[in-house]
């Protein structure tokens, strides 16, 4: 009974997208209730519910928590739990736009280099000030530079008569990303100050350990102008998957629309990787995932990606937490160690 | 040239001219120079590599040639945008493979790209659009099965659903019975034949084209060699020069079109 119920939502033929959504909405919220109160030091959910209703406006009442509690909610746990929203919901949002613009499934911005690109750039922008002209921003927009530099060359390299080979794709992503860490390490060894080499490994690895109210406008923004941007062009990128000639005889202008995914996937890997560091696999599992619950529909691959993403993200950054605590594990570690048996598994199973 | 005569030009669904294309220094298509009137069935035959693909390539902008023009109901194809010549133009080309997979409906319904804007979801006037493509291909049953699993001629069938979805009333086909079985490959000719629009077609197999086409172009080399009614253009001296085969024409009895016997170096030997 209840088994039919559960199939009947997620039923492959007529997706209720409704009904996925709210739970999908759901299951973000208690997430982030929830996680807020896993740590090092563990907090009560209902605490935690206390103290966020303390924020609103009018409803003073009296204070059940400790300021330490206090503290770890509000300064520490929430803008962290959101960022990993945040940050898996561009991640696997990178994913799909790379894996529409290069028509594979094994596109992913840390497996096609992206990510040690935009590690490289960033490094250079945090250590030496290469991108100081752009004041607060200027770590973002290194990143960004670094990721579109790769994405182009990826891209460029991999095309051959017009078309993505797969095996020049997969190499030149691996080969661009070899250089790009040589890149970061270069420049960390390089490095005028003591922290360089501290800083770039927390590029390499990847954490949402540092996350400060103020990391998060920026990539929230960028996430939802993109996200809106890749939602008006949902049909562009379904026909995109059928080659670019018959995107073309379907009346897109497929030159625009590669120009479009590149700056897309650039600006959400580059921001995303500026405030977390690289974390992989996320934008190889998530939609792959979608694809099984949902289709390949992009208007709802889209969507349920950005939130399932989150929801992973989130829980990934619990257990890197909690494995070894006090000690932190970047998560970065840990999306690696699920997700490298995941890209292997989806190179032996598909063609 | 222009089109002088207006009479003519409102005939006229397809006009190509002087078409020049070429790739990594090759020349591939040689001033070409060819037409379709409203309502035609037209193919192009020729031997593999002769330049069929690209020509066609070039009429729907799938590639830019180096000079020439391709006039569509009288415009310039190459100064009209996307949509509007999505909306005139469908086409069946060789890319058949897809990296994820789609639902028969879902393939179908993406024919309706280019009538919508951002954001705009299906109409009911979409659906049923799609619903009678899905039904015009014989394919109502297996509307919610995955594109992956369906066999070759399938496959093919949605392509065309595709297309009948853009409702366009030219139709530019690659070979689209390639890699069929004889029972598929009549079924897809039948059903664009039965729909009553323009096709200009690349084919492969010489007996279908004289079944099906009103008018033949021969492409060897990038160049068109000869065109005219199957009757004219399927002549066993013109066949051995495009083919380098010998064959024995005949107009068959019950279909009263040409059909063609080839006669295989071996057997010629043996007889003398």
Redesign the interface.
């Known amino acids: 009974m209840k088994r039919n119920y559960i199939q009947k939502i997620i039923n492959q033929d007529e997706p209720n997208m409704k009904i996925i959504t709210i739970l999908l909405l759901i299951v973000s919220t208690l997430s982030i209730l929830f996680s807020i109160g896993i740590g090092p030091v563990s907090v009560h959910p209902l605490t935690v519910i206390e103290i966020l209703f303390s924020k609103l406006p009018f409803l003073t009442n009296e204070n059940n928590w400790t300021q330490v509690e206090f503290n770890i909610v509000w300064g520490l746990r929430l803008p962290r739990v959101l960022l990993g929203m945040i940050v898996g919901a561009s991640l696997a949002i990178t994913g799909v736009v790379m894996q529409a613009l290069v028509r594979n499934h094994l596109a992913d911005p840390f497996i096609l280099g992206v990510s040690s690109g935009a590690s490289a750039t960033a490094t250079l922008g945090m250590l030496f000030g290469a991108f100081s002209i752009f004041g607060t921003y200027s770590l973002s927009i290194s990143a960004f530079i670094g990721a579109a530099v790769t994405i182009i060359l990826v891209y460029t390299l991999s095309r051959v008569n017009g078309r993505i080979n797969v095996t020049h794709l997969l190499l030149s992503g691996v080969a661009i990303a070899l250089m790009m860490d040589a890149l970061t390490r270069t420049i960390t060894l390089s490095a005028p100050n003591a922290l360089g080499l501290h800083n770039a490994t927390f590029w390499m690895s990847g954490s949402l350990a540092g996350a400060k109210w103020g990391y998060l406008t920026l990539p929230l923004i960028v996430a939802v102008i993109c996200m809106i941007v890749l939602m008006s062009q949902y049909r562009a990128l379904n026909a995109l998957l059928f080659g670019d000639e018959t995107a073309g005889t379907l009346g897109f202008n497929v030159g625009r629309l590669h120009k479009l995914l590149i700056l897309v996937a650039s600006l959400l890997a580059g921001v995303t990787i500026a405030v977390s560091g690289s974390i992989g696999f996320i934008g190889l599992m998530v939609p792959h995932i979608t694809r099984l619950l949902v289709g390949s529909d992009h208007k709802r691959v889209l969507p349920v990606s950005a939130l399932l993403g989150g929801i992973f993200v989130v829980w990934t950054d619990v257990a890197a937490r909690m494995v070894i605590a006090p000690e932190e594990l970047p998560i970065g570690i840990l999306t690696a160690l699920i997700g490298g048996p995941f890209f292997i598994w989806l190179l032996k199973t598909k063609k | 040239m222009v089109i002088k005569n207006k009479e003519v030009g409102e005939k006229l669904k397809l006009l190509v001219e002087n078409l020049n294309f070429s790739l990594n220094e090759k020349q591939i298509i040689e001033d070409m120079n060819l037409y379709v009137s409203k309502g035609e069935f037209v193919g192009i035959i020729g031997p593999n590599g002769s330049g069929k693909s690209t020509l066609l390539?070039n009429l729907?902008?799938?590639l830019k040639p180096d000079s020439g023009v391709v006039f569509l109901d009288g415009e310039n194809v190459y100064k009209m945008n996307?949509?509007?010549?999505?909306?005139k133009?469908?086409?069946v080309?060789q890319?058949?493979?897809?990296?994820?997979?789609?639902?028969v409906e879902?393939i179908v319904a993406?024919?309706r790209?280019?009538y919508?804007g951002?954001?705009d979801g299906d109409s009911k006037k979409d659906k049923e659009i799609v619903a009678n493509a899905i039904e015009q291909i014989g394919m109502s049953v297996m509307e919610?099965r995955n594109y992956i699993n369906l066999s070759g001629g399938e496959k093919q069938r949605v392509l065309l659903g595709r297309v009948l979805a853009?409702q366009t009333d030219l139709l530019l086909l690659d070979e689209p019975t390639n890699h069929l079985d004889i029972q598929h490959q009549l079924q897809i000719f039948d059903l664009i034949k039965g729909l009553g629009v323009t096709v200009l077609s690349a084919i492969h197999d010489l007996n279908l084209a004289a079944l099906y086409c009103d008018r033949l172009y021969v492409v060897k080399d990038g160049r068109i060699l000869m065109a005219g009614t199957p009757e004219e253009v399927l002549t066993s001296q013109s066949i051995y020069e495009i083919y380098g085969v010998r064959s024995d024409v005949a107009i068959h009895p019950t279909t009263k079109k040409v059909t063609i016997t080839y006669l295989p170096v071996s057997l010629l030997e043996g007889d003398n």
């Open positions: 390539k729907y902008r799938g996307p949509k509007a010549v999505a909306k133009i469908g086409v080309g890319e058949n493979v897809i990296p994820f997979d789609f639902k879902e993406m024919g790209s280019p919508k951002f954001f919610k853009q």
